[in-house]
């Protein structure tokens, strides 16, 4: 069936390294959304792409929306402590009787050693 | 501005009792969704709630079911519980029943079955 899928599962990386979560889905997104979690926490939401080769900056994060709008990826440059938690990418999955559902990839766990 | 309000916090239960899990929608947004968070995995769609009907849902039995209010508040009952429904349910809340916009979350239910 339809899904989101992300990789890797873990990434450890020593503080002020960079970052990069992928995101893949098996069919052609209308959007694709990007959420963190930190430890303990809920979901949060961090922004929406939607237009074809997107990119999108929030300070030190670049999210960007692959050309046939299928995969996309979140880069975080020169990582603090505080980007610590689980990074989802979300897309609308079609459930039929036209409706789509918003379907969480399985996350990124991201660790940031000081 | 009150976000999505979710209680209670944590439940005890035990194997073939029932629960009822409460949320209220973020100020403005009509539309409720529900996910279950196993741990270290992305949260898993139960159903959406708008106009006071189940619009839409995902691949759990007929144990889980849900209603909505008239002021968008929703509830969500487990019957018959499991050890497997042990998780975090996240209670969402959009402005549509379409996943074209970023979903607001609660702080979730950590559900144990004992």
């Known amino acids: 069936g339809q899904q989101v899928m992300q990789i890797p599962q873990y990434q450890h990386v020593q503080e002020g390294e960079d970052f990069t979560t992928y995101c893949n889905s098996s069919?052609?997104?209308?959007?694709i959304q990007w959420y963190k979690q930190r430890p303990g926490g809920h979901p949060v939401f961090l922004i929406q792409?939607?237009?074809?080769?997107e990119v999108k900056k929030q300070k030190r994060l670049t999210f960007q929306f692959g050309e046939a709008k299928k995969n996309s990826s979140l880069h975080i440059t020169a990582t603090q402590t505080t980007d610590v938690g689980t990074y989802f990418c979300?897309?609308?999955?079609?459930?039929?009787?036209?409706?789509?559902?918003?379907?969480f990839g399985k996350g990124t766990k991201l660790s940031v050693i000081p | 501005d009150a976000g999505v309000t979710q209680s209670p916090t944590h439940l005890i239960k035990t194997r073939g009792q029932q629960v009822t899990l409460r949320c209220s929608p973020k100020s403005g947004h009509d539309t409720v969704s529900w996910y279950q968070q196993a741990l270290g995995q992305g949260p898993q769609f139960i159903f959406q709630y708008y106009e006071e009907e189940e619009r839409q849902r995902g691949n759990f039995p007929d144990r889980f079911s849900g209603h909505q209010f008239p002021n968008y508040s929703s509830e969500l009952n487990v019957n018959a519980l499991l050890l497997g429904d042990s998780a975090l349910y996240l209670c969402?809340?959009?402005?549509?029943?379409?996943?074209?916009?970023?979903?607001?979350f609660g702080s979730g239910t950590r559900l144990t079955v004992v």
């Open positions: 792409l939607v237009k074809s080769g």
């Open positions: 969402a809340s959009s402005l549509a029943p379409v996943p074209n916009y970023g979903y607001t």
């Open positions: 979300a897309g609308p999955l079609y459930s039929g009787a036209g409706s789509y559902q918003l379907t």
């Open positions: 069919t052609t997104l209308s959007n």
